[in-house]
């Protein structure tokens, strides 16, 4: 939630709902519900309810010296809010009006991710869809297979940005085992982005937003190969995290692995309200 010392001067439709509650209970609805944008107090018994692209500006308003800086209507904190309701991510961002000085702009946008995919923001503001993509046939390929699948979707192979997004990857990595798995092999890994240079543990990344290898989880013993030729896949073929193998494998037959498919980054739709 975004707290503002302010009053609001404008909105579009639907307006606002005023609700006669507590304001600590208004706060907590709002919190609570992911098509809340803002509230206001009215009184110690009611407040005005705002929802998702309602309310699109407001003025600073003065408080005295103990309260919120006049200075400054927005507390110390971040500028926009974010909320992720299945493929969709909602930002809400307040910036200031140079023309007046005193008045800010409330502006909502939408990204939308094709199914199977989950948006998640990254760096420059960009908003990238994650999510494993599958080759049909062979059902078990190669990295340049797999750079081709996620090109295919006008994307590129990607890796983990952050722990969330590790969490996530992890999730359906594991869950595709029963899912995705026609052939019943007993274990089932995924191309992600890293090719092996000639230095030593040293990767080229094909995604630039995912800060290269910092955030990934390797599992025990690895990276275990030098040189060229040897890619990152997720999870370990018999086990969990990251791990280096040639990037020509496709199927291990006797341990009963496939390599299914590949972790793609592909951008998103973008709308502003």
């Known amino acids: 939630m975004i707290r503002i010392s302010g009053r609001p001067t404008s909105s579009q439709y639907p307006t606002f ?21 803002a509230v206001f107090k009215i009184s110690d018994i009611r407040c005005h309810y705002y929802l998702f692209g309602s309310l699109s500006t407001f003025e600073q308003i003065q408080l005295p010296g103990n309260k919120c800086p006049t200075s400054n209507p927005l507390v110390s904190g971040p500028t926009y809010l974010t909320q992720t309701i299945n493929n969709q991510l909602y930002k809400t961002t307040v910036t200031l009006d140079s023309s007046s000085g005193h008045s800010y702009n409330v502006t909502y946008s939408v990204y939308t991710c094709p199914n199977n995919t989950k948006p998640f923001p990254r760096v420059d503001y960009l908003v990238n869809c994650i999510g494993l993509f599958f080759f049909d046939a062979p059902r078990c390929n190669n990295y340049t297979q797999a750079s081709a699948l ?23 990595t594991n869950s595709s085992k029963y899912t995705s798995n026609p052939d019943s092999y007993t274990y089932l890994t995924y191309w992600i982005d890293g090719y092996s240079t000639y230095i030593e543990f040293s990767y080229w990344f094909e995604d630039y937003t995912h800060n290269e290898s910092i955030n990934y989880t390797w599992a025990a013993g ?3 190969y ?8 997720n999870p370990a073929p018999t086990g969990s995290y990251i791990w280096d193998s040639p990037c020509n494998y496709t199927l291990d037959a006797k341990s009963s692995v496939c390599w299914r498919g590949a972790l793609c980054q592909i951008p998103s739709i973008f709308e502003i309200f």
């Open 150 to 172: 996620c090109k295919a979707q006008n994307g590129t192979l990607t890796g983990p940005a952050n722990a969330d997004e590790y969490e996530y990857i992890q999730d359906i």
């Open 226 to 233: 030098k040189g060229t030729g040897y890619c990152l896949h």
């Open 17 to 37: 709902e005023t609700i006669d509650i507590p304001w600590d209970k208004c706060i907590v609805k709002c919190r609570t519900d992911i098509n809340c944008s």
């Open 222 to 224: 690895s990276p275990k």
